[in-house]
């Protein structure tokens, strides 16, 4: 199948990441699925793309049932799978690790690990029978580095990581290829989950002083997902304006 009939799920399609991911794509000629906890927004997302070339579909990355209904649904409507977004993500408690309570510390592994866990799982068969498959996973430099009172945040991002290059390792004999993105700050409502100390502290240790944006997110996701992307398997690719190191 040509690249240009190809069909991609963003997860977090309604954010800031995931909204210019699913533009990016569908101007490179994807038809794409954007799955959404907040269903209104994903389909107003889907809404404001070329007509026939987007849906929104509610999606809670986090249940399993509700990923197979969305999968369902998406396959349905394009027929066929090849690329795999997971930017569904929340930062979770701001606290240090003694003022964490549970629940909160879990369902912010759970937004950030346990989806990309089944929604990873669910998109293999389709990719294999595709014959094509690319999964981009969003992590963080937070995952690497650990950013102090985001213990949570952290290590769900570390996990990720060590997801991707697991799978990426489980599947490169595959024509499925795993790799994961490691942003720093980028400018999105995300940032509006962090206090302004813990903002100004990760925009501090950027050299190139700004954040990044979204469409540079998507520029890069592009090229994830795409053909050129084909000596690369379990990677961590950073976007960081020169803040990590390593
Ligand atoms: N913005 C940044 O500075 C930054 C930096 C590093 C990594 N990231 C990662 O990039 C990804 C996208 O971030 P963003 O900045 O676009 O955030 P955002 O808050 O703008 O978007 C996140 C989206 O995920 C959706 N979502 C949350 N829980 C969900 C669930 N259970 N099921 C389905 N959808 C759910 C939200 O509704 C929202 O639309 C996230 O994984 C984030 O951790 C962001």
């Known amino acids: 199948m040509s690249a240009t009939r190809r069909v991609a799920i963003v997860t977090g399609g309604a954010g800031g990441i995931g909204r210019a991911i699913a533009a990016r794509l569908q101007r490179d000629g994807l038809r794409v699925a954007l799955w959404d906890l907040d269903a209104r927004a994903a389909r107003e997302a889907a809404a404001a793309l070329p007509d026939g070339t987007a ?52 369902r912010c592994i759970d937004v950030n690990l346990r989806s990309v866990f089944l929604c990873s799982r669910a998109a293999v068969a389709p990719m294999l029978a595709a014959g094509f498959g690319r999964i981009v996973n969003l992590a963080s ?40 993105i490691a942003p720093a700050v980028i ?44 000596f690369s398997c379990g990677a961590t690719f950073d976007l960081s304006g020169g803040r990590a190191t390593y």
């Open 55 to 106: 849906i929104g579909v509610h999606a809670d990355v986090t249940d399993e049932a509700s990923v197979a209904a969305a999968l369902r649904t998406t396959l349905d409507r394009f027929g066929a799978l090849h690329v795999l977004i997971n930017g569904a993500g929340t930062t979770g408690p701001i606290a240090p690790v003694a003022e964490c309570a549970l629940d909160v510390w879990q």
């Open 141 to 180: 430099i937070a995952g690497k580095e650990g950013n102090p009172s985001m213990s949570a945040y952290s290590a769900a991002k570390a996990g990720v990581i060590a997801f991707t290059k697991s799978m990426g390792k489980e599947l490169a004999l595959t024509p499925v290829r795993v790799n994961c």
């Open 187 to 230: 400018e999105t409502p995300l940032l509006q989950q962090m206090t302004p100390d813990a903002l100004a502290a990760s925009l501090a240790k950027i050299p190139m002083q700004r954040p990044g944006t979204a469409d540079e997110v998507a520029n890069l996701a592009a090229w994830l997902a795409s053909d050129e992307c084909s």
